[in-house]
């Protein structure tokens, strides 16, 4: 089975700090792709950023970047430059290029304090 | 481009109904997959459609169902409602199965 776990239910980080969120995953695939969403308190699911498994080059988009290291399955998500708007719940997914399922962590609620 | 809608937006539901709920992907995509999200549970996947097929399905009775139509709009029904049912529930599509997933705003459904 495909799992994936965000052992952080909370974070907080001062505005214009940097933060990190953990993700672990399981999976027996050797082909499949790994998001960061992103739910603010509106409820709208925003894709932050995508990595596919066969590239070892960490994806980046503006602010946030990945550290992808395959072999430990895990998935972090760090956010430089912290802004208010950053402040929302993250989910770390899993979509296995077999199944086409997105199977989704638990999620990190994240604060930024101003 | 227009992005994913999904009417209606709340719902209040009382136990043994059912109910519909609708998506509109974001067009040109072919896929749409359905997602329950709740505070015990988190998010988990209901299912998949593709050009008017179920391709992919979750671990949910048979209480709920689905469809697709020929312009890729997908409904989702719930019979039988339970107060467990009462849920956010998502809707996202995506070009192909393999590319990442824009979701709608979702359905808040309230089973009392």
């Known amino acids: 089975a495909q799992t994936v776990t965000q052992s952080q239910p909370e974070m907080s980080v001062q505005e214009a700090e940097t933060v990190t969120l953990s993700c672990t995953y399981d999976?027996?695939?050797?082909?499949?792709?790994l998001f960061w969403y992103k739910q603010p308190p509106s409820r709208q699911m925003i894709l932050v950023i995508r990595?596919?498994?066969?590239?070892?080059q960490n994806a980046t988009e503006n602010r946030f970047s990945v550290n992808f290291q395959k072999a430990a399955k895990s998935f972090s998500l760090k956010i430089s430059d912290s802004q208010l708007g950053d402040a929302a719940m993250y989910f770390c997914?899993?979509?296995?290029?077999?199944?086409?399922?997105?199977?989704f962590g638990q999620g990190t609620t994240l604060q930024v304090k101003p | 481009k227009a992005g994913v809608t999904q009417t209606p937006r709340y719902l209040i539901k009382t136990r043994g109904q059912q109910v519909t709920l609708s998506c509109s992907p974001i067009?040109?995509?072919?896929?749409v997959s359905w997602y329950q999200q709740t505070p015990g549970q988190g998010l988990q996947f209901l299912f998949e459609?593709?050009?008017?097929?179920?391709?992919n399905k979750g671990n949910f009775p048979g209480r709920f169902s689905g469809r697709q139509f020929s312009n890729s709009r997908s409904e989702m029904n719930v019979s039988t409602l339970e107060l467990g049912d009462s849920a956010l529930y998502l809707c996202?599509?995506?070009?192909?199965?393999?590319?990442?997933?824009?979701f709608g705003p979702g359905t808040r459904l309230t089973v009392l």
């Open positions: 067009s040109g995509h072919r896929s």
């Open positions: 996202a599509s995506t070009q192909s199965s393999y590319n990442e997933q824009f």
């Open positions: 990595q596919e498994a066969y590239k070892q």
């Open positions: 997914a899993l979509l296995s290029s077999n199944t086409g399922k997105l199977i």
């Open positions: 999976t027996s695939e050797s082909d499949y792709y």
């Open positions: 459609y593709f050009s008017e097929t179920q391709r």
